[in-house]
Nanobody, 127 residues
Framework: QVQLVESGGGSVQSGGSLRLSCAASGYRYSTDFMGWFRQAPGKEREGVSAIYTGSTYYADAVKGRFTISQNNAKNTVYLQMDSLKPDDTAMYYC??????????????????????WGQGTQVTVST
């Protein structure tokens, strides 16, 4: 079974950058969907970005500021976060889902489509 471990969180000032990493242990398939989600205090967990066989997906709130990528040789997915804002403050989670086929009902940024989660890494952006 795949396990996910996030790292790279921290505290930065508004306008700063961070790069999150998600290292996957165990075998990964090229057909795995990998996603980044975040949850701020008192709010629901929301999808931030996802990647699948090179295709990428972003929430409107982060388009143009965040970039998702992966290094298959290292079994790692990254989230480069630039121009950070205080509203980006949250616990960030990496997630994975593995299906033989992704039907039209699958939403890359919907947390309920994912079944493997990391423990999270905190991102705090101050003014």
């Amino acid at each position: 079974q795949v396990q996910l471990v996030e790292s790279g969180g921290g505290s930065v000032q508004s306008g700063g950058s961070l790069r999150l990493s998600c290292a996957a242990s165990g075998y990964r398939y090229s057909t795995d969907f990998m996603g980044w989600f975040r949850q701020a205090p008192g709010k629901e967990r929301e999808g931030v970005s996802a990647i699948y066989t090179g295709s990428t997906y972003y929430a409107d709130a982060v388009k143009g500021r965040f970039t998702i990528s992966q290094n298959n040789a290292k079994n790692t997915v990254y989230l480069q976060m630039d121009s950070l804002k205080p509203d980006d403050t949250a616990m960030y989670y990496c997630a994975l889902t593995r299906r033989i086929r992704y039907g039209s009902d699958f939403r890359p940024l919907d947390q309920y489509g994912y079944n493997t989660w990391g423990q999270g890494t905190q991102v705090t952006v101050s003014t």
